[in-house]
Every structure is written in C-alpha cells, then in structure tokens.
C-alpha cells in the first residue's frame, strides 16, 4: 500500500512538473525575445571604453594640477587647484574601483554569483558608488560656492579664504559622505544587483530592511540639493563676472583681457551646469518616481512574465534606469573636461574665434563708414556753388 502511494505521489509529481514545465515553456520564447533584443544594449563596451577614457582624462588633470601648484601661484588659483585636483583622484578611483568588477562579471557571463558567492563585492561596489557619486557632487557644490565668494566677495575671501581651509572643507566632504555610504553596512538601507546584474546600488524598494526607504531618498534629495546649490552659485558666479566686466569696459588692453576672461568663465560654468544636469538629474528624479511608486529595478534580473507588452515595457524601464547610471558615471569622465583641460585647449580658441569674428565685423563697419564718407565728400565737391 505505502508504495502503491509513492508511486502514485512520484506521477503526479512528474506530471506536474510537466505542466510547469509546458506553462513556462510558453512564457519564455516572450522573454527571451525581450531579452535578445536589450543584449546588443548590454555590452562589456561600455565599461572598457568608460574605464579608458576616465583614466586618461583624470590622470591628464592630475598632471596639470599638480604642475601649476607647484608654481605656488596665489592664494586663489591655488584654492581652485586643490579643489580640481580632488575632484579629479576621486573621479580616478571611482573609476578604477568599478570598472574592473563590471568588466570581470561580464566576462563570467553576466553570473555576479561567479565571482563574489558571498556577496561582499556587491556591498562594497554600492559602498564605492554612493561614496564616489556623492563626493563629486559635493565637491562640484564647494567649487561653485568658492567660485562665487571669490567673485562676489572678493575682499571676504582674500582674508578667510585659506589653503587650510579648503584642504579641511575637502576632507570633512569625504569623510560625511563615507559615514553615509557606510550605513547598509550597518543595516541601514541595503545594496542589490541592478540590472543587467553586473553592479550594485542602493535598492529603492525593500519592506524587509530598515531604513532602507530613509536611506535611498536622502541619497536623491541630497544629491538633488548639490545639484541646485552648484547651479545657483554658477548663475551667481556669472553675473558678478558679468557685472566686474561692464565696470572694466573700455578700450585699454586689460579691459580687452576682462572681456575675454569673461567668456571664457560664463562658457566654462554654462558646460559645467549643463554636464551635471545631463548626467545626474535622470538618476536622482528616476530614483524619487522609483520609492514613490515602490518599483526597484533589481527585479530585472529575475523577472519573467506573461503579458509580452507589460514584459516588453519593464525591460524599457530597466533599460532606462541602466542608461541613467551610465551618464552618472559618465560624469566622472566629463568632469576633467569641463573643469580644467578644456578651459586650456577648447575656450582659448573659441575666444580667438570670437575675437576674429568681432575684429572682421569692426573692420567692415570702418570700410562702410569709410565709404560713406568719401561718398558724402564727393556729393559736396559736385555741389554747385
């Protein structure tokens, strides 16, 4: 009788496993299609092509920092310099810190279980990520906020504005924001593999962890917050160059170096507002719509459903949410551009340019003038007396 029973109990199991088998042999031709058709989307390409050109900008910023310190120029130049120069080593070790673990899950075939069972090298990516995202955020914040007190404020500046200052500022800066990444450590909050399953950040969505929802919006309104605070000392910052130029105006030879001065800082801080707003507000906004819908993407990686459109449209989100960490990590490749070796190589002849432009226009207007002149004197010899 007990093995007639287990007989019996070992078909009906089969012949259940054969009908799940069936059901989700249906469902999976739909989301392997969604699948194929985000993997030219998921290439180990990005990571490679972000790793190189990040190291080569920032170790070129680097370069050039630590050459003008050593000119001990003033107090000024030497505040900016020490500020890039951070700016620039934690962009660096951003870089190097990640890059190399995307790049070794996607040659172990996107399996992040292959190479960290334990998990720790997920904790400690999302560790680095929060850490390094926020630290040049804030560091952009404090640039833009010294930027505008030197303008705005010059004389405040020169007397309390010192190397020691900003060195003690740079450091507090660093130290907060690690304190901050630290707490899913701590079991605050928690890190999760994202989509496509090579990286780890913070999970938006997470009932079974506390903290979690108080630990992912204060990294977005945080990060929202840098982002406001730098554009308006940036909007500020121009109008008071713009301001000390008009005062300048004229038609002796430093008055002709304000005027170029000038356009070279307000295209300067226009890119740098612009990069910043392109590269970080899609993540921080696409975070708050995340916690307040309760959606975290870390479910792309396991997610298998039977409606093709609704399955279609979540790998579109998963995508999207994947394109905007790319152009937060791109800002780390951008930011040595924007702050230093373009000012040197790009602004210098975008001012000749300009400068060109404006010299042709004058000396048309003087031709024309010179024209009309000799057309007027002509007239009067021709008059009849």
Not at 6 to 28: F, H, P, Q
Request: proline residues 3%.
């Amino acid at each position: 009788m007990t093995t007639v029973n287990c007989d019996c109990l070992g078909s009906l199991r089969t012949t259940t496993e054969d009908m799940l088998d069936a059901n989700v042999s249906k469902i999976l031709p739909q989301s392997n299609d969604t699948k194929n058709s985000t993997r030219g989307y998921v290439s180990v390409g990005f990571p490679i092509t972000m790793m190189i050109t990040g190291m080569v900008g920032n170790s070129l910023a680097l370069i050039l920092v630590y050459i003008s310190y050593r000119k001990k120029e003033n107090k000024r130049k030497k505040n900016f310099l020490l500020c890039i120069g951070s700016l620039a080593l934690t962009d660096l070790f951003g870089q190097l810190l990640t890059s190399p673990i995307v790049i070794s899950v996607y040659r172990a075939d996107l399996n992040w279980t292959r190479i960290d069972p334990s998990e720790n090298l997920c904790a400690f990516f999302g560790v680095c990520m929060t850490t390094f995202g926020l630290c040049a955020l804030f560091m952009a914040s404090a640039m833009a906020i010294e930027r505008a007190m030197a303008v705005t404020n010059p004389h405040w500046y020169s007397n309390h504005m010192k190397t020691s200052v900003t060195k003690q500022t740079l450091g507090v800066i660093w130290c907060l924001v690690l304190l901050f990444a630290l707490l899913p450590i701590a079991g605050v909050g928690k890190y999760t593999r994202q989509w496509p399953g090579t990286w780890c950040f913070i999970t938006t969505v997470d009932t079974e962890t506390s903290g979690n929802v108080f630990f992912s919006t204060t990294f977005a309104i945080l990060g929202i917050s840098a982002l406001l605070v730098t554009l308006f000392c940036n909007v500020m910052t121009i109008r008071g160059v713009i301001i000390w130029c008009k005062t300048k105006s004229g038609t002796s030879q430093s008055s002709k170096q304000w005027e170029r001065l000038t356009t070279e800082t307000v295209v300067q801080l226009l890119g740098i507002m612009c990069v910043l707003l392109i590269c970080w507000s899609p993540l921080l906004v696409l975070m708050l719509r995340m916690i307040s819908s309760q959606v975290s993407y870390h479910e792309c990686n396991s997610s298998v459903t039977s409606n093709h459109t609704s399955n279609r449209d979540f790998h579109l989100d998963c995508n999207f949410f994947l394109t905007a960490i790319r152009l937060a990590s791109l800002n780390q490749i951008l930011d040595p551009w924007v702050y230093l070796l373009l000012r040197e190589i790009l602004l210098r002849k975008f001012c000749i340019m300009a400068n060109a432009v404006s010299n042709c226009s004058v000396e048309d207007q003087k031709e024309t003038q010179r024209a009309l002149d000799s057309l007027n004197k002509q007239n009067q010899e021709t008059k009849p007396s």
